[in-house]
Nanobody
Framework: VHLVESGGGLVQAGGSLRLSCAASGNTFSIHAMGWYRQAPGKERVMVAGLAIGDGDTNYEDSVKGRFTISRDKAKNILYLQMNSLEPEDTGVYYC????????????WGQGTQVTVSS
C-alpha cells in the first residue's frame, strides 16, 4: 500500500485546510485509516481515525467539532477537513493505513506540513 498526502500549507488562525491522502496498491487489505500529527519536538499522535468496514470515526479531543475525516471509496482517497484552525494544530500530518489481516501492518505517507499562524 502506497500513501501520498497533499493539501498542507500556511494558514491564519481560524482558517481551513483540507488534506488528502491517495492510497494505491493492495488497498483491499486496509481495515482502518487515520491522520496523525507530529508537532516539533513532540510524539506523533492520532487526530482522526476511520474504520473502513463500518465507517466509524474517532477524534482526538482537541479537534472534535473542528476536524472531519472522510473517505472517497471509489477514488481511494482519505480526507481531513480542518476548520477553525489553531496555532496548536501546527505540525506534519501523516496519513496512516492499517492491515489487520494477520500480524498488523502499518503504512505511512511522507507527511504534509500544516502551519497555523496566530
Amino acid at each position: 500500500v502506497h500513501l501520498v498526502e497533499s493539501g498542507g500549507g500556511l494558514v491564519q488562525a481560524g482558517g481551513s485546510l483540507r488534506l488528502s491522502c491517495a492510497a494505491s496498491g493492495n488497498t483491499f487489505s486496509i481495515h482502518a485509516m487515520g491522520w496523525y500529527r507530529q508537532a516539533p519536538g513532540k510524539e506523533r499522535v492520532m487526530v482522526a481515525g476511520l474504520a473502513i468496514g463500518d465507517g466509524d470515526t474517532n477524534y482526538e479531543d482537541s479537534v472534535k467539532g473542528r476536524f472531519t475525516i472522510s473517505r472517497d471509496k471509489a477514488k481511494n482517497i482519505l480526507y481531513l477537513q480542518m476548520n477553525s484552525l489553531e496555532p496548536e494544530d501546527t505540525g506534519v500530518y501523516y496519513c496512516n493505513a492499517v492491515d489487520l489481516s494477520s500480524t498488523p501492518v502499518f503504512y505511512w505517507g511522507q507527511g504534509t506540513q500544516v502551519t497555523v499562524s496566530s
